[in-house]
Every structure is written in C-alpha cells, then in structure tokens.
C-alpha cells in the first residue's frame, strides 16, 4: 500500500491535535523551521501542509507571526 504523501502526514497530525484539545484555538503553531526537524523534511511540504489547512480553515496565517489554530475550526466531520 503506498504511503500517503508528508504534507498529508503533517495535516492530519495537525487536525487530529486540535480536534483531541491539544491545540486550541489562538495557539499558535510551531514555526516552519520546527515543525521541518519534527517531520525531517524540506519546507515545501510543510508549507503546503499549511496553506491546506488555512484554506479549509482549521488554521490563520499571520504575516511574520506565524500560523495559529483559527478561533472557529470547522466542525467535527469535516478534515
């Protein structure tokens, strides 16, 4: 069976944090620089990871500060 690919790794790790309370929302995530040695991979499929969950909007993007768990994550069922 083939492995799914990392950016789907990071964002199911990311979903299944806030949806267990690990992370809530306003916390902010680690950098990219971290979250790269946790995963021992590129910033590419960190950072794509991200945009995901910004656009299905489990996560806010802030210009220099970096990613946080949206205030309204969406509901249970969805990923």
């Avoid at 267990?20 to 680690?30: E, H, R, S």
């Amino acid at each position: 069976m083939p492995q799914a690919p990392l950016y789907e790794l990071i964002i199911t790790d990311i979903v299944a944090s806030i949806r267990a309370g690990t992370l809530k929302p306003d916390d902010k995530l680690p950098s990219i620089e971290e979250m790269r040695g946790q995963y021992q991979s590129s910033a590419w499929p960190v950072r794509f990871a991200l945009r995901i969950l910004e656009e299905r909007g489990w996560i806010i993007t802030r210009q220099g500060k970096g990613s946080f768990v949206a205030p309204n994550p969406p509901a249970q069922a969805e990923r």
